[in-house]
């Protein structure tokens, strides 16, 4: 049984960081994607970043490119994303999710998630 369990999340005033960490368990495919999901109130998920693990192929959205950094730790079967100069409009709850094979851009693709954890950055 697959298992993602996130932590990091919180309040934080605008410039400040946080560092979110996705804890996999449960999941022996040998090549797999996991990612981290943005979302808004009333909007969809979007996909922020995500790494091909073992492999460590990445990607970052462009509107967070700079700021966001994602990382993996095998030992640990943990994801962490890194999230600087955080923004107001950063606001939303963050969903960790992994899938079999390559990494895809859309929430639907991916057969496992987390809880989501909520980040909230004041202005």
């Known amino acids: 049984q697959v298992q993602l369990v996130e932590s990091g999340g919180g309040s934080v005033q605008a410039g400040g960081s946080l560092r979110l960490s996705c804890a996999a368990s449960g999941y022996t495919s040998s090549r797999k994607c996991m990612a981290w999901f943005y979302q808004a109130p009333g909007k969809e998920r979007e996909r922020v970043a995500s790494?091909?693990?073992?492999?460590?192929?990445?990607y970052v959205a462009d509107s967070v490119k700079g700021r966001f950094t994602i990382s993996q730790d095998n030992a640990k079967n943990t994801v962490y994303l890194q999230m600087d100069n955080l923004k107001p409009a950063d606001t939303g709850i963050y969903y960790c999710?992994?899938?079999?094979?390559?990494?895809?851009?859309?929430?639907?693709?991916?057969?496992?998630w987390g809880q989501g954890t909520q980040v909230t950055v004041s202005s």
């Open positions: 999710a992994a899938r079999p094979g390559s990494c895809m851009e859309y929430w639907p693709s991916y057969n496992y």
């Open positions: 790494i091909l693990i073992r492999e460590g192929t990445t």
